[in-house]
């Protein structure tokens, strides 16, 4: 399973770093994601590596802002927030994708985590 942390509460301009921690089996050799979900609304991506971190995608509206990242060997994946806004304000979440890259799609994703709040006030 999957365990993302590292949320809470912070004011507009603040930064936040969430931490996914995955098995082993679930990290090894595939693409890792971040989606968030805001009251009321679909679950929507954010930021997407694929295995080798060679591949880095990002929705528009966190680019410049917020860093995707990954530690292989600890089976861990990241995500800098900064400069963050009261609309990022939402249930954030990690997944495994089906292959080894990146992608913004949310069928292409199999195993979903546990998400951590993000609250940010204005």
């Known amino acids: 399973p999957l365990q993302a942390s590292g949320g809470g509460l912070v004011q507009a301009g603040g930064s936040l770093r969430l931490s996914c921690a995955a098995s082993?089996?679930?990290?090894?050799?595939?693409?890792m994601g971040w989606f968030r979900q805001a009251p009321g609304k679909e679950r929507e991506f954010e930021a997407s590596?694929?295995?080798?971190?060679?591949?880095?995608l990002y929705a528009d509206s966190v680019k410049g802002r917020f860093t995707i990242s990954r530690d292989n060997p600890k089976n861990t994946m990241y995500l800098q927030m900064n400069s963050l806004k009261p609309e990022d304000t939402a249930v954030y979440c990690c997944?495994?994708?089906?292959?080894?890259?990146?992608?913004?799609?949310?069928?292409?994703?199999?195993?979903w985590g546990q998400g951590t709040l993000v609250t940010v006030s204005s």
């Open positions: 997944a495994a994708a089906l292959g080894s890259s990146s992608s913004r799609a949310r069928h292409e994703y199999h195993d």
């Open positions: 082993r089996r679930t990290f090894s050799n595939n693409g």
């Open positions: 590596i694929s295995w080798s971190s060679g591949s880095i």
